[in-house]
């Protein structure tokens, strides 16, 4: 953003003119809570009984059954490949049109880029300067579609996501202005689904926001407004809201290869339970249905070449790394934004009571654990360095956990690096009917998934039909009759019809839970949090410096098709993402209770902890080796749903000897 944003401003007022009367308009937004919490005759709160999830054995049996019939009528509409939030974005929109829906994922839901993001709901003020200074109105399209997208996120999921000012530090005068008539156009053209608007703060007000900011050249800022959002629980919140609906939402089942008719024309899958061992279980099996949707993200052409070997890549791979660091470099309610020395932009925002700083932006290869790289750890500690006084500079033992996500950019034959391509997504149809939604970024999921599906009724020549959504909200509330168009702008996701911010309150006033605990289940989980609390009689902290709690994990096994240690530790919970060191303090627990909810071996379990060590490398953790050489002791004994205690853990980790283990 060094470039004067004066002209852009005057170019975007011409184009966004019609904003300002939109502007003064009443916003579009829902009302908290949608159900309130029910009291008796004494004012007690009734806490709400919620329907019950499908168990993952349930759904696969549906996929075995549905998916093999050779009936027209009762083979799925849609099979989606990839549950990420394209693909459980489609699923949501599809399902409550009326269609029959299944979505297979190969690995966890979200655990692939959607879970690395910088947890930003945004359009991109740098895409907007980008967009006036090159004249590109695709961008310019792009950032308006982000802006009005980002409202109806904040909408649907309030538990989640939520408003986050950010400030752009000022360190010359004649900043203010280049730098608030971006922001200013940036309010414009949200229009009606605008935030709150931008303002100038003096020096004084900025330095008791980030008091570790170097006093001599800084001389005040400028506030805008975007959303922030919890990534991987919204993504997990998407596939639980569209499973009950009535979706099959299935995770740790890979498509192994697509299945064809005699004129060449896609009408399934071949897959796989890779959690099964052995037997009938582990075999391949096949899915029929009338279309299938390619939703796999950074690996969209490895299901492109399933169905043409020949086919040119169409995504170009970008990493964007992240650092989690201490709290007290950062604002508790506010973020900031700086360029940084290559001409990209550094964010410093406050994130599940930590400070979350990134990101990068380089070429690199698909893997599926990609590990930040030192050197992308180094840039963004220099770079953030750069804004505090000297006895603040950050050091590499500051970081709390770093990791690194795959964009999957959309190949532009005339970008000469990744940095300069659009974040737009791109939905192709091959000649055997692939049907693929490509590229795209977190805050446009919705409006990505509604083209989608337009396209795949029209593709596969589907009929949406009239359905009657089941009340999901544990509430009593009226069910919902949608008519085959889409809905997705009105349908909040599972967690949002009872939260308030009033909520956390409500918790304390049934069960005895602490401030700061309550505070994180209702933002974690919106109204769900009285199903977590329900399931014991006292929470129990999984470490004393966390608000999180064992009976997430229950919740997590029951109600939200967690499998694995790292589904918990990482995408149910964000234990990992926040410090990889408590994270690891707290996997021998983790471990034992999950053995207990799912009946898990002593192999099972050492098999767990051995692949939750080699994940958490790609959380900044180095050196497994030094934690197995650990002498075996025992965590304390969980007791099993029988009363009968559970067997007790393997290891002990030894928080001094981590210090040394960490990037």
Known sequence: MRRPLVTSAAILATVTGGALIYRSQSKDSFQMPLAAPRRDHAGRIQPPTFPKSRSRSEQLSDLRRNGSTTSSEEEYDLLIIGGGATGTGIALDAVTRGLKVALVERDDFSSGTSSKSTKLVHGGVRYLEKAVWNLDYSQLELVMEALHERKTFLNVAPHLAHSLPILLPLQHWWQAPYFFAGTFAYDMLAGSQGLERSYILGKTKTLSQFPLLRRDNIIGGIVYYDGQQNDARMNISLASTAALYGATMLNYVEVTGLEKDSNGKINGARMRDTLASSGEDARDFTVRAKGVINATGPYADA?????????????????????????????????????????????????????????????????????????????????????????????????????????????????????????????????????????GKWTTYRSMAEETVDEAIKTFKLTPKVVTLPDISGAGLPEMVTNGSCRTTKIPVVGAHGYSPSLPSQLMEVYPIDPEGARHLASNYGDRAWAILATSSRPTRLLSSSPIIEDEVRYAIRSEAACTVEDVISRRTRLSFIDVKGAMKALPRIVDIMADELDWSESRKEQEMNRTVQFMRSMGLTDEKAIESRQPVHSPAVPSRQGVPATAGVIEVDSEKLDGMLQ
């Open 303 to 439: 299901i492109e070449n399933m169905d043409d070997p020949s086919r040119k890549p169409m995504v170009a791979p970008s990493s964007g790394a992240h650092i989690i660091l201490p709290k007290s470099l950062c604002s508790t309610n506010m973020g900031m934004l700086k360029a940084s020395s290559d001409g990209r932009v550094i964010f410093i925002l406050p994130w599940e009571g930590q400070t979350l700083a990134g990101t990068t932006d380089s070429e690199c290869s698909i893997e599926r654990n990609p590990r930040a790289k030192t050197e992308e750890v180094d840039f963004i500690l220099d770079e953030v360095s750069k804004l505090l006084s000297p006895e603040s500079v950050l050091k590499r033992s500051d970081v709390l956990a770093a990791w690194s996500g795959i964009r999957p950019l959309i190949r532009d034959p005339n970008a000469k690096n990744t940095e300069s391509l659009v974040r737009n997504h791109l939905i192709t149809v091959s000649p055997s009917k692939l049907l693929t939604c490509a590229g």
